[in-house]
């Protein structure tokens, strides 16, 4: 294999430089808690036991129905992004969380899911993906599985590379999945094994979210702006993912990769 790798434009080193930081520095956890006016702790006291465990379920659920619906409302021709739509869809959806507490929730969790994946399709298709492929789909499902690191994770297995490299095996297995018979989960244990993966690092942030919405005081208002807030993550991690897969297509992986890097040691951008 050849040492040579591409050298990054200016311009799309200080795209990546953005990237990185949007990858590596999530903020949903410091957003909510500036917002409540208080940690999370709070909130998470408030959520029973059985819950938690629901919440599991819940998730892998959401990402099921959002994996088989949201690229049908969606047209495949290249367009820029339309954040300001899916921000507001997401505030509206929020809204019954708050105003219903943990029983709107449940159904909330699987609207709001959908429409996330619809705003990172969204995003994947301004950055030059094709929507309707497989692996642009899994991409976008990935991303369910970044941002959400906690203090208490080891960097190593929390990063954006680590987190990629842990479910590429999986991911390739689902594509393949994906390219022969569509996206039936049915015998597909590739692609019910890759839901649960995501779903797994999914669910902390989904409780994280129930956890701001159980904070003594807030209501239907509060509740939109929550999710206002976990719509904005979630589009902040995707303009990330899809900027470094659209570099990684006119570079090659090894190359971004390398100047990803290299970023570590050197100042960002602003």
Same mark, same amino acid.
């Given at each position: 294999m050849s040492t040579h790798t591409l050298q990054l434009a200016d311009a799309d080193l200080e795209a990546l430089a953005h990237a990185r930081g949007l990858l590596e520095n999530p903020s949903l956890v410091a957003r909510l808690s500036s917002f409540v006016g208080s940690p999370l702790e709070q909130g998470m006291a408030r959520l029973p036991t059985s819950w938690r465990t629901k919440v599991?379920?819940?998730?892998?659920?959401?990402?099921?129905?959002?994996? &088989?619906?949201?690229?049908?409302?969606?047209?495949p021709e290249p367009r820029p992004a339309s954040p300001r739509l899916h921000k507001?869809?997401? &505030?509206?959806?929020?809204?019954?969380g708050g105003a219903f507490g943990l029983a709107g929730?449940? +159904?909330? !969790?699987?609207? &709001?899911?959908v429409l996330i994946m619809r705003a990172i399709l969204d995003i994947a298709r301004a950055e030059g993906e094709h929507i309707d492929r497989p692996a642009t789909r899994l991409a976008a499902l990935? +991303?369910? /599985?970044?941002? *959400?690191? @906690?203090? =208490?994770?080891? $960097?190593?297995? &929390?990063?954006?590379?680590?987190?990629? /490299?842990?479910l590429a095996t999986t991911v390739s297995e689902a594509a393949r999945h994906l390219a022969q018979k569509g996206l039936s989960?049915? *015998?597909a244990p590739a692609l019910v094994r890759?839901?649960?993966?995501?779903?797994?690092?999914?669910?902390? @942030?989904?409780?994280q979210k129930a956890a701001g919405?159980?904070?003594?005081? !807030? *209501? /239907?208002?509060? *509740? $939109?702006? !929550?999710?206002?807030?976990?719509?904005?993550?979630? @589009? #902040?991690?995707?303009r990330g993912h899809f900027t470094v897969r659209r570099l990684e297509r006119?570079?090659? $992986?090894? $190359?971004?990769?390398?100047?990803?890097?290299?970023?570590? #040691? =050197?100042?960002?951008?602003h």
């Open positions: 599991g379920g819940l998730a892998h659920e959401a990402l099921l129905r959002a994996m &088989s619906t949201a690229a049908r409302t969606l047209e507001l869809l997401g &505030s509206v959806s929020g809204a019954g929730l449940t +159904v909330e !969790i699987p609207l &709001s899911t990935e +991303v369910f /599985a970044l941002g *959400g690191t @906690q203090r =208490s994770d080891d $960097a190593t297995e &929390s990063g954006y590379y680590a987190v990629r /490299a842990a989960a049915e *015998g890759l839901i649960t993966m995501v779903a797994a690092r999914y669910k902390v @942030q989904v409780t919405m159980l904070v003594p005081g !807030i *209501g /239907a208002a509060a *509740g $939109a702006t !929550i999710n206002l807030m976990f719509m904005n993550h979630f @589009q #902040d991690v995707s006119h570079y090659g $992986a090894e $190359a971004v990769r390398t100047a990803w890097e290299a970023l570590a #040691d =050197s100042p960002r951008p």
